[in-house]
């Protein structure tokens, strides 16, 4: 049993308030049942608890078992000198306070209903894709819908705070932080780290410098890569022109490049390739330097989408790699690899910066863009529409991801909308599947104090 469920319980008033009292005999009234505390220290803050006649307020701690409180170092804490009442489910061993002044605690062990924990243990229990896999029929359309849109601000939120991490690293340069979010966003999943160091390596007041140039800002991208070749009898004169110009801004900038080993080919599709990706970036930088300015200023989607619309120079429009040609074409970035920028950079840029300025129309906007882009396409997402949630839009497919790897495969059930209700919900053996096995009877049993 996790602590987590404790958690649940008592949040949800799921256990039997008839005659408590505390471990020693003391009668207990809980009139504030407190607020949970997400971050470190006590689980719940706030709480208001009269017992043995005397009113107390403070902080209210849980565990499974008491003797956790030393576990996990309680007593040292001062954090945890103002708990008043110590919920567990079971008392192993009585805990103190660093005054030695005994803690009351409300044991839970008895009652719990044994259809909530046949169903706790079913969903922690079970080698089904999400542990709710058989349960998810249960749920109703607008209880679905509305946990499904918290969600997706869920994950927009957590993907802003990433954000504004990188906007304090930069001195909080919103210029800055954009274009290195966007540079690892170029990169995929592959490049991602290799194109995230580049951009760090080579900062944007730098490039800027060199913007009316697309040569030189080449010359600084590629040369900081790593990715240019040593040179060779007969090469292609872009390159040594590239070199040339990558040595000369080098010494007058400081820079240092990275290792070619951070780079990655394989299993990629040309159009992929981070030189495609490098060579992108510095035409968007060569069209537009302040990208964070114009993704604030534009009215629309469209008009976000347009921004990754750039022409390539010549060579990289006959190459896809250094000394290779290849068949000759515009290297645009795909329509997938846009949305995927508006998704994963644009949007989450947007809400920091609103929540920076105490500006709502921003996070707004930020969420019309994903309302208004088509689902992603993933393994992920095809596995929720065979179970029957299918995505309508980018806010609902990105809501499914963080449901499925924030929740479910972490077995979060407790604090999932979902898994809360259907702890609410009487036991059915004959919906949720196979009956308990002997084994899993007993401990269930075991559980309810048997």
Request: overall charge positive; charged content about 25%; glycine content about 6%.
């Amino acid at each position: 049993m996790r602590e987590a469920f404790i958690h649940f319980i008592w949040r949800q008033v799921r256990f039997d308030l008839r005659n408590l009292t505390t471990t020693t005999g003391e009668t207990i009234s809980i009139q504030n049942f407190g607020k949970h505390n997400t971050h470190a220290g006590p689980d719940f803050s706030g709480g208001q608890v009269r017992i043995a006649g005397l009113q107390w307020a403070g902080n209210i701690e849980m565990h499974t078992k008491a003797s956790d409180w030393y576990a996990h170092g309680h007593e040292t804490d001062p954090a945890y000198d103002n708990v008043v009442l110590h919920v567990v489910y079971e008392e192993d061993r009585p805990v103190y306070r660093a005054n030695g002044d005994r803690i009351p605690c409300l044991e839970l062990q008895g009652r719990i209903t044994k259809d909530i924990i046949k169903t706790y243990w079913r969903l922690e229990n079970n080698e089904d894709w999400i542990p709710c896999n058989n349960l998810l029929h249960q749920i109703d359309e607008p209880a679905r819908r509305e946990w499904l849109g918290e969600l997706s601000q869920q994950r927009l939120s957590n993907r802003a705070r990433r954000f504004s991490l990188r906007m304090e690293k930069t001195h909080r340069d919103w210029e800055e932080a954009f274009y290195q979010s966007l540079a690892r966003a170029l990169g995929g999943r592959v490049n991602a780290d290799a194109m995230d160091m580049l951009a760090r390596s080579v900062p944007l007041r730098v490039l800027l410098k060199h913007k009316h140039s697309l040569l030189q800002l080449e010359a600084l991208l590629f040369g900081q890569s790593g990715l240019v070749p040593e040179p060779k009898e007969g090469e292609d004169a872009y390159l040594t022109l590239l070199r040339r110009e990558y040595q000369l801004l080098r010494v007058k900038h400081g820079l240092r490049p990275l290792p070619v080993a951070a780079w990655r080919y394989l299993r990629l599709r040309p159009n992929n390739f981070p030189t495609i990706r490098i060579a992108q970036l510095a035409a968007m930088l060569h069209r537009t330097g302040q990208l964070f300015g114009k993704a604030l200023a534009a009215s629309d989607t469209k008009e976000l989408q347009n921004m990754f619309e750039v022409k390539l120079s010549n060579y990289w429009r006959a190459h896809y790699r250094f000394g290779k040609e290849g068949k000759t074409g515009e290297r645009r970035l795909g329509v997938s690899t846009i949305r995927s920028i508006l998704i994963n950079t644009i949007a989450p840029a947007l809400v920091a910066y609103a929540d920076q300025r105490s500006d709502d129309r921003f996070k707004v906007r930020a969420l019309e863009i994903l309302q208004s882009l088509p689902a992603e396409d993933n393994a992920v997402l095809r596995k929720w529409a065979k179970l029957g949630y299918l995505a309508e839009n980018a806010a609902d497919s990105q809501a499914l991801i963080e449901l499925k790897t924030n929740y479910c495969a972490v077995a979060r059930c407790t604090d999932c909308a979902i898994g809360c209700q259907l702890l609410s919900r009487p036991y059915n053996a004959e919906e949720e599947g196979p009956l308990l096995t002997l084994n899993e009877e007993a401990r269930v049993y075991t559980l309810m104090g048997g």
